[in-house]
């Protein structure tokens, strides 16, 4: 028997197939695309703003640091001509006045600042010596020699193994310390610290101290100290003279020589 039945029905969809992926309509991607735009669009503006904004500011910084050093340029090159003689002598001393009275108030200020730190400036001159034994067969001398592998020293030289040679002019605090251990039977035992100018100036001597044992049998030690401040120029040269340097107590710590810049 054959069906005749008829329906007005539509058959039923197909199945979409596995893996297809239908495609957005085109009312879609118009608002993501605007948006990529306007992300771009900012980001170049955003660049160009900086660029902009490190230009003139690259450009202010110039100008002012320009304007701040043109007046100590114009010095120097004034310095520089007084130099070659080309400025006059009143106008060469009044600009040398003038640093002066910087150079003293920058001065002023770093100690102002050293004294609130506690550190002192770092262009200060030290030195503390310790002594060294002669070595038997050495020519006799009646300076001191100094061992300068234990000693400190700051912007002072060390000459001909007993002098000390002052780079900075100033006042100095100026100290020796001696001991002796044994006894002279004629002369006093005594140190003195003696002072000359340059390499052949005469010596004179700065400060001198005694100390006695009484006789021979005597086996103690007495020490020669002595200190005081003294204003020092370059060059000038410092030692420290005794009695007989047989007599100094060698001992670590006993026999010193030292002096710093105030």
């Known amino acids: 028997m054959i ?41 170049m503006v955003l660049l160009l ?4 904004y490190l230009y003139h500011t690259d450009n202010k910084y110039h100008k002012e640091l320009d304007s701040k050093y043109l007046d100590d340029m114009i010095i120097l090159k ?3 001509e007084c130099e070659k003689d080309i400025q006059s ?34 262009y200060g001159a030290m030195a503390r010596m310790i002594v ?18 234990h000693s400190v020293r700051k912007n002072v030289q060390y000459y001909m193994s007993s002098w000390l040679k002052v780079l900075q002019p ?3 605090n100026i100290y020796s310390q001696v001991a002796f251990s044994k006894w002279h039977p004629k002369t006093p035992l005594a140190s003195r610290v ?26 103690d030690v007495c020490t020669a100290f002595q200190g005081g401040v003294f204003s020092l120029e370059p060059d000038d ?10 007599l100094v107590n060698y001992e670590e710590g006993t026999t010193t020589f030292g002096l710093y810049k105030l």
């Open 3 to 43: 069906n005749t039945y008829q329906t007005s029905m539509p058959p039923p969809p197909i199945p979409p197939r596995l893996g297809s992926v239908s495609a957005p309509g085109p009312g879609h991607s118009k608002p993501l695309l605007r948006f990529l735009i306007g992300m771009i669009v900012l980001q």
């Open 49 to 52: 703003g900086g660029f902009t």
């Open 78 to 80: 004034r310095l520089e």
């Open 89 to 122: 002598v009143l106008d060469c001393k009044k600009l040398v006045e003038k640093y002066k009275s910087i150079l003293a108030k920058v001065s002023q200020e770093e100690g102002r600042a050293a004294k609130l730190t506690g550190d002192g400036p770092s």
């Open 132 to 149: 060294k034994q002669p070595v038997s067969g050495s020519p006799p001398t009646k300076y001191l020699e100094w061992n300068i592998g």
């Open 237 to 246: 040269q410092l030692s420290v003279w005794v009695t007989d340097p047989s």
């Open 194 to 219: 003696k002072l000359r100018k340059g390499e052949t100036g005469e010596e004179k001597d700065l400060m001198t101290a005694y100390c006695s044992l009484g006789d021979q049998d005597h086996t």
């Open 170 to 172: 100033g006042d100095y």
